[in-house]
């Protein structure tokens, strides 16, 4: 993907019904490697994340709580705004759909959809489950209930607004069969069969009589329903239709979602995109879910990581190195405190933390802490592939990016052992040791991204100030005085 100077990307909104899960983080992190890694490229980024409010089960979780519900989400989005601080998250806003802007902006855009014809008023009848908030067919219920919340749903008939989704099947079909609108393809070949089966249907965008919610526009009896309200975020958080940022960064170039909502992403909302007037954003990125030890995250059966403590515990850093490391884009994943564990032990404490302790003592006994000048061994420099890592984070294959930077990091490693450098001393010794710490400042900038304070830290010990992709060439290091530091990480058994 080639970077056109700015790049917009966004993580689904969280319903604050409960507090985040791994889940959660996971998500949020691995937007923020990619947002990351385009600032790094020298792109102007806007990363976007928020909470949605509006939604009934967060009414409902409030009720249960037996607190008033602006108050219930006033403090759940406490968690969310602090799980992104606890993780380092980068965003440059955190929107919350109950914001009057956003509210504003749902409305005039359900109406000109309206206006335009595409949303119309008619009767409703469907079997509707709480926990989905939305209808079912018989084909969904396993056993009478839904296989999702293990409740049968409830047969409701009411007046309601439909937007006019199938006018744009075959525009939905173009738009799907473009190459990475959706990624990965397999994600992609699901959205196109599921439509190829059966014809897109109008959709119900409303709900009657409900207390919590955006209100129709002229219509108080109705609350706009998810579509019109959650996904409108995207564009009124950067203040769709005049504002600078909207003008600036519109179309998104990421929306980074799980597997399960892939639908209202790459069909819903590209088709209440293009009614309303509005271009789709360029590609849908879809991630899967994640496992804990082995186990589907369930709160009812215990199956859960408070990403907060797991933090706390170990650090910012190994989690994110994990979520990318572990995880191959698309596909689910396990998340468990061995691979952690394991991961924290092995890579990043003896690959990545002895690396740069070796060489920080290295200088400081041999030149007072002075960073030599040298000539940079060319046996070691070609071994980063820097196109390769390039290749994998334009197709956000990040994992194989992190097992790239890795190679090059044990090959410095090898290269120490090889050269013996204790035992060697002036001209020889000085470009050992510019290679070397020339290596760590570019490993600096490539890992910046994925373990942002690691970087940091690494710029502290060996007095350099932070890169951009740009400085990843062998040979620019100047200098330089040596602070040494604590090791990068702890292990843990
Ligand atoms: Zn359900």
């Given at each position: 993907m080639i970077g056109l100077g700015r790049f917009y990307i966004t993580t689904a909104i969280d319903y604050v019904n409960a507090k985040p899960h791994i889940g959660h983080a996971y998500e949020k992190v691995i937007a923020d490697i990619i947002a990351r890694w385009q600032r790094l490229r020298g792109e102007k980024v806007f990363y976007l994340t928020g909470t949605d409010e509006n939604a009934e089960k967060n009414s409902q979780a409030a009720k249960e709580a037996g607190v008033p519900v602006r108050e219930f989400v006033d403090k759940n989005v406490e968690f969310f705004k602090n799980l992104c601080k606890t993780l380092n998250i980068s965003n440059d806003y955190f929107i919350r759909t109950t914001e009057e802007r956003h509210i504003k902006i749902s409305q005039d855009i359900f109406r000109k959809v309206l206006e335009k014809g595409d949303i119309y008023k008619d009767f409703y009848e469907g079997l509707y489950c709480e926990g989905c908030e939305g209808y079912l067919t018989e084909?969904?219920?396993v056993g009478g209930k839904c296989?999702?919340?293990?409740k049968p749903p409830k047969p409701l008939r009411e007046e309601a607004y439909f937007f006019r989704l199938s006018k744009y099947n075959d525009h939905i079909v173009k738009l799907l069969e473009s190459p990475n609108f959706v990624i990965p393809k397999e994600k992609r070949n699901e959205m196109l069969s599921r439509i190829k089966s059966d014809d897109l249907k109008d959709l119900c965008i409303s709900r009657k009589n409900l207390y919590w919610g955006i209100d129709v526009p002229d219509d108080k009896n109705h609350k706009i329903y998810v579509w019109f309200d959650a996904l409108i975020n995207y564009v009124s958080a950067i203040g769709?239709?005049?504002?600078g940022k909207f003008k600036e960064f519109?179309?998104?170039?990421i929306h980074l979602i799980g597997k399960g909502i892939n639908w209202f992403h790459s069909v819903i909302w590209p088709a209440m995109l293009i009614s309303a007037g509005i271009k789709p954003p360029k590609t849908i990125l879809v991630h899967g879910y994640l496992t804990v030890n082995g186990q589907k995250i369930s709160k009812s059966l215990g199956v859960q990581i408070d990403p907060l403590e797991i933090v706390k515990k170990y650090g910012a850093d190994p989690v994110r190195y994990l979520f990318a490391r572990e995880i191959p884009m698309g596909e689910d994943g396990d998340f468990s405190e061995q691979a952690l564990k394991d991961r924290l032990n092995?890579?990043?404490?003896?690959d990545l933390g002895n690396l740069l302790s070796r060489v920080v003592k290295m200088i400081e006994k041999s030149f007072s802490g002075n960073v030599p000048q040298g000539k940079v061994d060319e046996k070691l420099s070609k071994q980063l592939r820097v196109e390769s890592i390039e290749k994998y984070m334009d197709k956000f294959e990040l994992h194989n990016a992190l097992a790239e930077i890795w190679n090059f990091i044990r090959a410095c490693n090898r290269y120490i052992n090889e050269k013996e450098p204790w035992k060697l001393e002036g001209k020889e010794l000085q470009d050992i040791l510019y290679t070397l710490a020339d290596s760590l400042r570019i490993i600096s900038i490539l890992i910046s991204p994925f373990i942002p304070a690691t970087s940091e830290k690494i710029n502290e010990q060996l007095g350099l100030k932070p890169g951009i992709l740009k400085d990843v060439k062998f040979g620019l290091l100047k200098g330089g005085k040596i602070k040494r530091g604590e090791h990068l990480f702890n292990k843990v058994k």
């Open positions: 084909k969904d219920l296989p999702e919340h293990q769709y239709p005049d504002g519109w179309p998104a170039d092995n890579e990043l404490a003896n």
